[in-house]
């Protein structure tokens, strides 16, 4: 059983001759974190898509709570918001027909695309302006939009494919696509379903531990 001092991995310099160097996991660890701010911070992009796609939404919510306090001028603007508020619960919009294929992963981006909507909605209703400091659930908002994203993109391209060669020609697409998606609008119910339903008060009673003690406390068995 090896055991590695996380507090000295992080803080040597490459070449400083600790003995935890004569280790693999030394190189790994330092590795692991730099591959993920090479483009940026993972978190600052994560932030940043996830606040940028509340922007329009927020605003129109922003409008409607103006309307609200007077709603004699206001009458059409919640009109209108009531009947966009009882279409997006009740229907789903759909994009351009898809080769049959593809259609049970069609209807998964419709749904999972209104349910997004309805959660970023309602987590802006809640957290108004304070959104901004709730950095879990704009992880997981934006984690859903990425893979939302990515749904769009592989059925469009394969159906683009299939329109091209034929379907008995793009198989192995089919399957690859099929499946894809298969595993992001999971992805996607698990985001969202844990805006609500989650441990986020634990993870952050425990990082606050780790601030107070000024290193991680406990230590690890590798």
Not at 2 to 13: E, G, I, L, P, W
Not at 115 to 142: A, C, H, M, P, W
Request: aromatic share 8%; with cysteine; net charge neutral.
């Amino acid at each position: 059983m090896a055991y590695v001092d996380v507090d000295r991995t992080f803080s040597m310099s490459p070449g400083d001759g600790s003995p935890s160097q004569e280790d693999p996991y030394e190189r790994l660890l330092r590795d692991a974190r730099i591959n993920t701010i090479f483009e940026g911070t993972n978190e600052i992009l994560h932030i940043f898509i996830a606040l940028s796609s509340m922007r329009e939404q927020g605003e129109y919510l922003r409008k409607i709570g103006k309307a609200l306090k007077d709603p004699i001028k206001g009458f059409g603007l919640i009109t209108d918001y009531a009947v966009h508020y009882m279409k997006d619960r009740l229907t789903t919009d759909r994009i351009r027909q898809v080769h049959a294929s593809l259609k049970h992963s069609k209807s998964e981006f419709e749904n999972w695309a209104k349910n997004l909507y309805i959660t970023t909605e309602r987590i802006l209703v809640k957290f108004g302006k304070n959104i901004i400091d709730r950095q879990i659930i704009q992880l997981r908002l934006s984690n859903a939009m990425i893979d939302l994203y990515g749904m769009i993109a592989v059925l469009s391209r394969v159906d683009s494919l299939i329109e091209a060669k034929g379907e008995e020609n793009c198989q192995r697409e089919i399957r690859m696509c099929n499946t894809f998606c298969e595993q992001a609008w999971r992805r996607i119910r698990r985001n969202i379903l844990m805006v609500d339903k989650n441990v986020d008060g634990d993870m952050l009673d425990i990082a606050d531990h780790i601030i107070d003690q000024k290193k991680y406390p406990w230590t690890l068995a590798i």
